[in-house]
Structures are given as structure tokens and as C-alpha cells.
T-cell receptor
């Protein structure tokens, strides 16, 4: 099956700093990628849709200036958490649908962010 | 809007027991239905899917049948193993490729 990678898998940063998380589709092109946030023992919350060549679409309640998304190429989307605070600590997961035939969505392994 | 409701966990079973995790949905049109599994510290993996009514998805001994009349997609396995311990998410996909997830059900299988 298709592979989506995320980097880093874990990151610890200090309050006030920014952290960049990468999401890559390794063997297919993705014009769209999705970013989710997962709180402990809870479901995934869609944060935003990343669109190659255009601005990301943010879900209601998600601060676009805090969670910067850049879809740099057909295989890479980045999520930057700016001026991180402890409440931003979470598990961030990206997914990418593989186009062609019936759309199948593939998930990255997730990035655990801890803000101290 | 679309929504998915699944039974709350945790579900604790002994090895070789029968598993059912209920999932019902509300959606317009004809969504595709999915079960995803998340092992500790990992992202989601597609377990099985069904794209139209009466389809049965199956994988690794797990099965789920798309029931349009009851808007359900219950997950079943005849004999669970310790290695099946994980969180299971029911999801639907309607127009636009976006997935709507249920709240997740944690399964713990004891030897």
C-alpha cells in the first residue's frame, strides 16, 4: 500500500518556540493532505486541509496564525506550530488520499509534540 | 452534518473471545465506511472498508457489513488475540474526501 511518513516522530520544545512537522507521501502524489490532532484517549479532530498551490482550509476554531500549513510540493506538507504552549502538546497526524480509482486515505504514523 | 457513533470503551476480553464493536452513522447520500486501528503510539491503519450497501469488508479475521437499513457498520471478530489490543475507529467518507471519525473504542485483550 501507499506510504505516508511524518517527521519527527517525537519532539519536545520549550514554550514560545516554533516546531515544524513534515508529512510526506513517499510513493504517490497528493494534491491534498489533512492534518489531525488527537488528544489522549480521544478521537481525531480535523484541523485543516492542506492544498498544494493554494492556501490551507482551516476547520472552525483552529487558529490559522498559530498552525501554519504549507503544501510545498505534491509530496510534502508541513505544519508549523508557532509560539508553542503546553496546551499545544498533542499527537498530530497527517493523511493523504491517493487519487486514481477509488480514493484511499493513508495516514502518517503521527508526531508526538510535548511543549514544556 | 455527518456523524459516527461507536460504543464507548474500554472493551476488555479474554483471548479467543468473540468481539463486537458497534458503529452507527448519520450521513446524507451514500458514504463509504471504514474501520481504522491505532496501536499504541502509532498512527491509524486502515483495517477494512465497504463502499456500498451490503458490502462486507474483511481483513485479519475482522469483518464488518455495511447495513444501510440500520445505518450500521459493526466490527466483529470471532476469536481475538492479545495482539488485537488497540483503539478502533469507525469512520465514514462522504463527498470531498474528508473522513468523519467516531470517538474510538479501546480494546484490551487479556491472555
Amino acid at each position: 500500500g501507499a506510504v505516508v511518513s511524518q517527521h519527527p516522530s517525537r519532539v519536545i520544545c520549550k514554550s514560545g518556540t516554533s516546531v515544524k512537522i513534515e508529512c510526506r507521501s513517499l510513493d504517490f502524489q497528493a494534491t491534498t493532505m489533512f492534518w489531525y490532532r488527537q488528544f489522549p484517549k480521544q478521537s481525531l479532530m480535523l484541523m485543516a486541509t492542506s492544498n498544494e498551490g493554494s492556501k490551507a482550509t482551516y476547520e472552525q476554531g483552529v487558529e490559522k496564525d498559530k498552525f501554519l500549513i504549507n503544501h510545498a510540493s505534491l509530496t510534502l506538507s508541513t505544519l508549523t506550530v508557532t509560539s508553542a504552549h503546553p496546551e499545544d502538546s498533542s499527537f498530530y497526524i497527517c493523511s493523504a488520499p491517493k487519487e486514481g480509482g477509488r480514493y484511499e486515505q493513508y495516514f502518517g504514523p503521527g508526531t508526538r509534540l510535548t511543549v514544556t | 452534518g455527518d456523524s459516527v457513533t461507536q460504543m464507548e470503551g474500554p472493551v476488555t476480553l479474554s483471548e479467543e473471545a468473540f468481539l463486537t464493536i458497534n458503529c452507527t452513522y448519520t450521513a446524507t447520500g451514500y458514504p463509504s465506511l471504514f474501520w481504522y486501528v491505532q496501536y499504541p503510539g502509532e498512527g491509524l491503519q486502515l483495517l477494512l472498508k465497504a463502499t456500498k450497501a451490503d458490502d462486507k469488508g474483511s481483513n485479519k479475521g475482522f469483518e464488518a457489513t455495511y447495513r444501510k437499513e440500520t445505518t450500521s457498520f459493526h466490527l466483529e471478530k470471532g476469536s481475538v488475540q492479545v495482539s488485537d489490543s488497540a483503539v478502533y475507529f469507525c469512520a465514514l467518507r462522504n463527498a470531498g474526501n474528508m473522513l468523519t471519525f467516531g470517538g474510538g473504542t479501546r480494546l484490551m485483550v487479556k491472555p
